[in-house]
């Protein structure tokens, strides 16, 4: 894996197939490509930006970055150089030394190709080896099956499920699914995570 660079306050992490980039304004044209792949923005058990709203879920990112709360990533395919996605750590505690990963998704046609496996441990490395933590959550919808079944995949396990955890954009009364890797867990999870990036090879 190629080292972590620093720009504006935020690393870039580099993998093989992947890089995240320190989110920037600039990035809306992309990232609003990569999100027609597929028209995510119709999803109803996610938001992703769509053209009407794609400056206003960027701004609301770096407005997290300047709070300390929020270090939101472009997702950068290696091979083309193309935006494919977004993702950030959020709810950043460092006192509690604790965040979250979320706000995760890539084009229709990147899913299920081996990026997401790579682009969350360069993530979670980074959380734990970096940041210190002791405590990496993900919340999901729990209509989202694929979305389920992909944090169980990573080694994370199932905490329970957070009622009307969050209103939708079309008013629906969402109920959320929590999942957790905590710092006792790591050693094992980065074990399996690099024989499945290495089997994927």
Same mark, same amino acid.
């Given at each position: !894996?190629s080292?972590?660079?620093?720009?504006?306050?935020?690393?870039?992490?580099?993998g093989?197939?992947?890089e995240?980039?320190?989110?920037? $304004? #600039?990035? $809306?044209?992309?990232?609003?490509?990569?999100?027609?792949? /597929? #028209?995510l923005?119709? !999803?109803?058990?996610?938001v992703?930006? /769509?053209?009407?709203?794609?400056?206003?879920y960027?701004?609301?990112?770096?407005?997290?970055?300047? $709070?300390?709360?929020?270090?939101?990533?472009?997702?950068?395919?290696?091979?083309? /150089?193309?935006?494919?996605g =977004?993702?950030?750590?959020?709810?950043?505690?460092?006192?509690?030394?604790?965040l979250?990963? /979320?706000?995760?998704?890539?084009?229709?046609?990147?899913?299920?190709?081996g990026?997401?496996?790579e682009?969350?441990?360069?993530?979670?490395r980074? $959380?734990? #080896?970096? !940041?210190?933590?002791?405590?990496? @959550?993900?919340?999901?919808d729990?209509l989202?099956?694929? =979305?389920?079944a992909?944090?169980?995949?990573?080694?994370?396990?199932?905490?329970?499920?957070?009622?009307?955890? &969050?209103?939708?954009?079309?008013?629906?009364?969402?109920?959320?699914?929590?999942?957790?890797?905590?710092?006792? #867990?790591?050693? @094992?999870?980065?074990?399996?995570?690099?024989?499945? !990036? =290495? &089997?994927?090879?």
């Open positions: !894996m080292p972590e660079v620093v720009t504006a306050g935020q690393v870039t992490l580099s093989k197939r992947v995240l980039l320190p989110l920037r $304004a #600039e990035h $809306a044209p992309q990232l609003l490509l990569a999100a027609e792949d /597929g #028209e923005w119709n !999803m109803k058990v996610t992703i930006p /769509g053209p009407s709203t794609v400056e206003q960027i701004a609301t990112a770096l407005a997290g970055r300047d $709070a300390g709360t929020v270090m939101p990533f472009a997702i950068v395919h290696r091979e083309t /150089g193309r935006i494919v =977004s993702t950030r750590f959020w709810k950043i505690d460092r006192q509690h030394r604790k979250e990963i /979320g706000h995760t998704w890539l084009s229709q046609s990147m899913q299920r190709s990026l997401n496996t682009m969350k441990f360069l993530l979670l980074h $959380a734990f #080896e970096e !940041m210190n933590c002791v405590r990496v @959550q993900f919340t999901t729990e989202n099956e694929k =979305s389920r992909a944090i169980l995949r990573i080694g994370a396990r199932q905490e329970g499920i957070v009622r009307h955890e &969050r209103i939708m954009p079309d008013g629906r009364k969402r109920n959320s699914v929590r999942f957790s890797i905590i710092d006792d #867990e790591w050693p @094992q999870v980065k074990a399996m995570l690099l024989e499945k !990036m =290495s &089997r994927a090879s």
